[in-house]
């Protein structure tokens, strides 16, 4: 039966609920665990084969050799499209997704992460030169 | 300009009607079109020259950002048409997954027409709810694909993430709550008087007229041609899922919605049956690195129409050309002819009604010969010097632009 | 001289107007967001609105005639609020009021859609000549029903003067139940004048950009707006006042904050409408009105000539 204004009981309804809206930034939605957000690589695992490179669609990761059986990773997050196409790649499961998505910087500069290894001895370190540091792992001032 | 018998105004290609920038010219008279002129090609992008730059796995990745609504449509369909080159075969677990996002895709995708359609019409209260369900879509996507869009689930061989039985309770529980909502939206699209007087009676396109104009997908389907590639030409798990081809015979904007809706009811079903009916097996193969040469030819069914791939292999790890056939440039074609004799004040819904991506739709089909460059094959360099000497002439200096991506010498 | 000024300016003139009319889109926007499930903006955004636009720059086209276009937002606004002078607030009586003045507010009522037809005639673009035309044409529409739904009321209580009216229902108060269907018709009239939806395809976003307002910025653009709040502020009052008489004599501060509350369901009631309906074409509005609300308007004149006659006023 056509009548006008069809929707009025579904929108007077509507005022007694919660509102829909997600009220970012006070409030933050968790990703789910595929989620593609920032990369994070391993200096120990990498072997170097840089099949990474090749396939990336973008030229967005740099790898680096910088001593016998070590490279550090430079990941471009300008360039990176997320679309986790070198973590499939890699064999030896040096490169991991994280679910972080909050990546705006205020310099070109800082969105290129580098990811190298401390000389021998004392194991991984990222740097990063992010005005604040944030996300959980190897993440540290540079 | 005026003159005394009609005025022409550009409608384009920036305005709040568009989604992207197209640009119509339309001659009027008072509120009545005369006659309207298309010219489309804002949102050409170069994206079949760059796969021919790329390696295969790079260019999927380019194929799938030519649309943001449609991307596993054209990522999906590249993906056949290269692993039919190198006939592979692909495992029925990768198919079905494919096809469960592809008709999860149709749902996220009608569902934002029907917000879009509701928006041009002045009805903003069925844009906020019809996007406020869109997000349970885009939610369950994010669960299974691990993107909102462009969700990457294709690689050569099958596809990249598997479905665990989770995701397959989360996934059902959203199909239940959306198609309560849907039957909702069908009972306000039939009953709501000011909905059927906007949409009704406009951008009529008859039977005859849309196969002489080749308008396909919802839009042709709207005046009762039923053609549809899932039925015709079935590809990935089609042939074997039951599932109905909805057509109405409205030949009008109000068609295309109802035949919109019931796809959406549709798709329920069919992603019901594929989450219960998902076969066991590995999820890829592996994929050789260089295709060997041939080429192919594929259709998809994108939720706008029938989506065209052609792409040529040449033995080496690049494709040696691309070419891409989006449905809405079937559909321009008739959105001319809708416009005449029209009310300008309809304008916005009829374009909207053939659901138009244009940045789906611009491919350069020829390339002209403008400022003394040969015709033919140009060069990436070409190409970026004559763009630069066109701004320069124009006052705008781009030369030190610091851009030194050189595509293609990373590998 | 200084009292008048006061009225004029401050108190119910320009302050109190602006204030209630930038508190009233508050309402309608909040409502409107809260029947769409959506947030809404806080309290203070129309102030904040206003105050951005009327520091930004104006920009006018080159090929505008530039009096014109610079002095029809003034004269909208101006109009708008010189109509509730007239108008009874408090109580029975109005600020100014003689034997015809709800002729007269119908008429300042009537200045702004011609401003916005000159303003947008006297911009030179072509969507704001097609906003100005559709203007002009919606406005042939709504009129008649407007003033007839007005009138009716007008002529059962044998006075032109809102005052007047008012002490009479509130002599009577049962007459008032008489004017249900011009309320409801005044109120479709009222969505026609202040081009909301279903109504608003003089400003159609989606087809000719901003209609009559596409070239305006800046300060101009801030009064045309203001004017437009202010409009549906005096459209509500003069609905209230006409169509809702009732707890008038209960003094100055009761009466006034019972004024408050009717305005304000009277805006509540037109958010609700903007909800629920699409917008129509500019030739099934006019069919509509003509065809549908006009009669109905006519019947309720009618009706009132009948009560009168039979009720021997």
Same mark, same amino acid.
């Given at each position: 039966?056509?009548?006008?204004?069809?929707?009025?009981?579904?929108?007077?309804?509507?005022?007694?609920?919660?509102?829909?809206?997600?009220?970012?930034?006070?409030?933050?939605?968790?990703?789910?665990?595929?989620?593609?957000?920032?990369?994070?690589?391993?200096? &120990?695992? =990498?072997?170097?084969?840089? /099949?990474? #490179?090749?396939?990336?669609?973008?030229? *967005?990761?740099?790898? @680096?050799?910088?001593?016998?059986?070590?490279?550090?990773?430079?990941?471009?997050?300008?360039?990176?499209?997320?679309?986790?196409?070198?973590? &499939?790649? =890699?064999?030896?499961?040096? /490169?991991? #997704?994280?679910?972080?998505?909050?990546? *705006?910087?205020?310099? @070109?500069?800082?969105?290129?992460?580098?990811?190298?290894?401390?000389?021998?001895?004392?194991?991984?370190?990222?740097?990063?030169?992010?005005?604040?540091?944030?996300?959980?792992?190897?993440?540290?001032?540079? | 300009?005026?003159?005394?018998?009609?005025?022409?105004?550009?409608?384009?290609?920036?305005?709040?009607?568009?989604?992207?920038?197209?640009?119509?010219?339309?001659?009027?008279?008072?509120?009545?079109?005369?006659?309207?002129?298309?010219?489309?090609?804002?949102?050409?992008?170069?994206?079949?020259?760059?796969?021919?730059?790329?390696?295969?796995?790079?260019?999927?990745?380019?194929?799938?950002?030519?649309?943001?609504?449609?991307?596993?449509?054209?990522?999906?369909?590249?993906?056949?048409?290269?692993?039919?080159?190198?006939?592979?075969?692909?495992?029925?677990?990768?198919?079905?997954?494919?096809?469960?996002?592809?008709?999860?895709?149709?749902?996220?995708?009608?569902?934002?027409?029907?917000?879009?359609?509701?928006?041009?019409?002045?009805?903003?209260?069925?844009?906020?709810?019809?996007?406020?369900?869109?997000?349970?879509?885009?939610?369950?996507?994010?669960?299974?694909?691990?993107?909102?869009?462009?969700?990457?689930?294709?690689?050569?061989?099958?596809?990249?993430?598997?479905?665990?039985?989770?995701?397959?309770?989360?996934?059902?529980?959203?199909?239940?709550?959306?198609?309560?909502?849907?039957?909702?939206?069908?009972?306000?699209?039939?009953?709501?008087?000011?909905?059927?007087?906007?949409?009704?009676?406009?951008?009529?396109?008859?039977?005859?007229?849309?196969?002489?104009?080749?308008?396909?997908?919802?839009?042709?389907?709207?005046?009762?041609?039923?053609?549809?590639?899932?039925?015709?030409?079935?590809?990935?798990?089609?042939?074997?899922?039951?599932?109905?081809?909805?057509?109405?015979?409205?030949?009008?904007?109000?068609?295309?919605?109802?035949?919109?809706?019931?796809?959406?009811?549709?798709?329920?079903?069919?992603?019901?049956?594929?989450?219960?009916?998902?076969?066991?097996?590995?999820?890829?193969?592996?994929?050789?690195?260089?295709?060997?040469?041939?080429?192919?030819?594929?259709?998809?069914?994108?939720?706008?129409?029938?989506?065209?791939?052609?792409?040529?292999?040449?033995?080496?790890?690049?494709?040696?050309?691309?070419?891409?056939?989006?449905?809405?440039?079937?559909?321009?074609?008739?959105?001319?002819?809708?416009?005449?004799?029209?009310?300008?004040?309809?304008?916005?819904?009829?374009?909207?009604?053939?659901?138009?991506?244009?940045?789906?739709?611009?491919?350069?089909?020829?390339?002209?010969?403008?400022?003394?460059?040969?015709?033919?094959?140009?060069?990436?360099?070409?190409?970026?010097?004559?763009?630069?000497?066109?701004?320069?002439?124009?006052?705008?200096?781009?030369?030190?632009?610091?851009?030194?991506?050189?595509?293609?010498?990373?590998? | 001289?200084?009292?008048?000024?006061?009225?004029?300016?401050?108190?119910?003139?320009?302050?109190?107007?602006?204030?209630?009319?930038?508190?009233?889109?508050?309402?309608?926007?909040?409502?409107?967001?809260?029947?769409?499930?959506?947030?809404?903006?806080?309290?203070?955004?129309?102030?904040?609105?206003?105050?951005?636009?009327?520091?930004?720059?104006?920009?006018?086209?080159?090929?505008?005639?530039?009096?014109?276009?610079?002095?029809?937002?003034?004269?909208?606004?101006?109009?708008?609020?010189?109509?509730?002078?007239?108008?009874?607030?408090?109580?029975?009586?109005?600020?100014?009021?003689?034997?015809?003045?709800?002729?007269?507010?119908?008429?300042?009522?009537?200045?702004?859609?011609?401003?916005?037809?000159?303003?947008?005639?006297?911009?030179?673009?072509?969507?704001?000549?097609?906003?100005?035309?559709?203007?002009?044409?919606?406005?042939?529409?709504?009129?008649?029903?407007?003033?007839?739904?007005?009138?009716?009321?007008?002529?059962?209580?044998?006075?032109?003067?809102?005052?007047?009216?008012?002490?009479?229902?509130?002599?009577?108060?049962?007459?008032?139940?008489?004017?249900?269907?011009?309320?409801?018709?005044?109120?479709?009239?009222?969505?026609?004048?202040?081009?909301?939806?279903?109504?608003?395809?003089?400003?159609?976003?989606?087809?000719?950009?901003?209609?009559?307002?596409?070239?305006?910025?800046?300060?101009?653009?801030?009064?045309?707006?203001?004017?437009?709040?202010?409009?549906?502020?005096?459209?509500?009052?003069?609905?209230?006042?006409?169509?809702?008489?009732?707890?008038?004599?209960?003094?100055?501060?009761?009466?006034?904050?019972?004024?408050?509350?009717?305005?304000?369901?009277?805006?509540?009631?037109?958010?609700?409408?903007?909800?629920?309906?699409?917008?129509?074409?500019?030739?099934?509005?006019?069919?509509?009105?003509?065809?549908?609300?006009?009669?109905?308007?006519?019947?309720?004149?009618?009706?009132?000539?009948?009560?009168?006659?039979?009720?021997?006023?």
């Amino acid at each position: 039966m056509k009548r006008p204004g069809r929707m009025i009981s579904e929108v007077l309804r509507s005022v007694l609920r919660k509102p829909a809206t997600v009220l970012y930034p006070r409030v933050k939605v968790k990703m789910p665990d595929r989620f593609r957000g920032k990369l994070i690589f391993h200096p &120990d695992k =990498c072997v170097g084969c840089r /099949l990474c #490179m090749r396939d990336c669609p973008t030229d *967005a990761i740099q790898i @680096r050799k910088v001593g016998d059986k070590q490279f550090e990773a430079e990941i471009d997050m300008a360039r990176c499209i997320c679309c986790g196409q070198c973590v &499939d790649s =890699c064999l030896k499961k040096a /490169l991991e #997704m994280t679910a972080e998505f909050e990546l *705006a910087q205020l310099k @070109r500069e800082t969105l290129k992460l580098t990811y190298s290894v401390e000389p021998k001895g004392a194991g991984a370190k990222a740097s990063d030169d992010k005005p604040e540091s944030d996300s959980g792992g190897e993440a540290a001032e540079g | 300009m005026h003159d005394r018998e009609n005025i022409r105004i550009p409608i384009g290609p920036q305005h709040p009607a568009l989604k992207e920038p197209t640009s119509f010219s339309l001659a009027l008279d008072g509120e009545r079109i005369l006659q309207a002129g298309v010219r489309l090609g804002y949102n050409h992008r170069g994206i079949e020259k760059g796969c021919e730059e790329r390696t295969y796995i790079q260019a999927l990745y380019l194929v799938e950002r030519i649309c943001g609504i449609c991307s596993h449509s054209h990522a999906t369909c590249f993906c056949m048409a290269v692993e039919e080159i190198a006939g592979i075969e692909v495992p029925k677990r990768a198919v079905y997954i494919r096809t469960l996002v592809a008709e999860l895709e149709r749902v996220h995708s009608h569902l934002l027409w029907l917000g879009v359609a509701g928006h041009e019409i002045g009805f903003d209260t069925l844009l906020m709810y019809t996007w406020r369900d869109r997000e349970t879509v885009m939610d369950l996507l994010a669960l299974l694909t691990g993107n909102r869009v462009n969700y990457g689930i294709n690689t050569f061989g099958g596809v990249r993430r598997d479905v665990n039985p989770e995701q397959k309770v989360a996934v059902l529980k959203g199909m239940d709550l959306l198609e309560e909502r849907t039957k909702y939206y069908i009972t306000v699209a039939l009953e709501e008087t000011t909905l059927i007087e906007r949409l009704s009676g406009v951008g009529m396109l008859s039977h005859d007229d849309v196969l002489r104009l080749g308008a396909i997908g919802p839009t042709g389907r709207a005046s009762d041609v039923k053609r549809d590639t899932r039925k015709d030409d079935p590809y990935a798990a089609y042939g074997e899922m039951p599932f109905n081809v909805i057509t109405s015979d409205h030949c009008d904007v109000y068609g295309r919605t109802l035949v919109r809706v019931g796809e959406l009811m549709e798709s329920y079903k069919m992603i019901r049956w594929l989450v219960n009916n998902l076969p066991e097996g590995p999820i890829a193969v592996k994929f050789p690195r260089k295709v060997p040469a041939g080429e192919a030819f594929m259709r998809y069914e994108a939720p706008r129409g029938e989506d065209v791939h052609y792409v040529r292999a040449n033995g080496t790890d690049r494709p040696e050309r691309v070419k891409v056939r989006a449905p809405t440039l079937a559909n321009v074609q008739a959105v001319a002819h809708m416009l005449k004799d029209g009310y300008l004040a309809d304008l916005p819904i009829v374009v909207a009604a053939i659901d138009p991506c244009f940045s789906c739709t611009d491919r350069l089909i020829a390339v002209a010969d403008a400022h003394g460059l040969q015709p033919g094959v140009l060069t990436w360099e070409q190409v970026r010097r004559h763009g630069i000497e066109w701004y320069r002439r124009r006052g705008v200096d781009f030369t030190r632009l610091n851009s030194t991506f050189r595509c293609g010498e990373s590998g | 001289m200084a009292r008048d000024l006061f009225y004029m300016l401050i108190f119910p003139g320009f302050l109190f107007l602006v204030v209630f009319a930038l508190f009233a889109e508050y309402v309608d926007r909040k409502l409107c967001a809260k029947l769409q499930n959506r947030v809404g903006p806080p309290w203070y955004q129309p102030f904040a609105d206003f105050i951005k636009l009327a520091a930004k720059e104006d920009v006018v086209p080159m090929l505008a005639d530039r009096p014109m276009f610079r002095f029809t937002p003034i004269v909208a606004l101006t109009a708008s609020i010189a109509s509730v002078f007239y108008i009874p607030i408090w109580g029975h009586d109005a600020l100014f009021s003689f034997n015809g003045d709800v002729i007269v507010v119908l008429y300042l009522l009537t200045i702004p859609t011609l401003t916005f037809f000159l303003g947008g005639w006297y911009s030179r673009s072509v969507f704001s000549m097609l906003g100005a035309v559709r203007s002009i044409m919606q406005l042939f529409a709504y009129e008649v029903p407007l003033y007839l739904s007005i009138l009716a009321p007008a002529l059962l209580a044998n006075t032109w003067s809102l005052s007047g009216m008012a002490r009479f229902y509130s002599t009577h108060p049962l007459y008032a139940l008489l004017n249900v269907i011009g309320l409801g018709v005044s109120l479709v009239a009222l969505l026609g004048k202040l081009e909301r939806v279903p109504f608003d395809t003089p400003e159609a976003e989606t087809e000719i950009v901003a209609g009559s307002f596409t070239e305006y910025s800046g300060r101009l653009l801030a009064l045309f707006r203001l004017a437009i709040s202010v409009e549906m502020v005096v459209g509500a009052t003069l609905l209230a006042a006409v169509f809702l008489p009732f707890g008038l004599e209960l003094g100055a501060p009761a009466a006034f904050g019972l004024y408050l509350v009717k305005a304000l369901v009277v805006i509540c009631l037109l958010t609700l409408f903007r909800t629920v309906f699409a917008r129509l074409r500019i030739d099934q509005m006019l069919r509509f009105c003509a065809q549908v609300v006009a009669p109905i308007a006519f019947a309720q004149v009618l009706i009132d000539l009948v009560a009168k006659r039979v009720l021997a006023l």
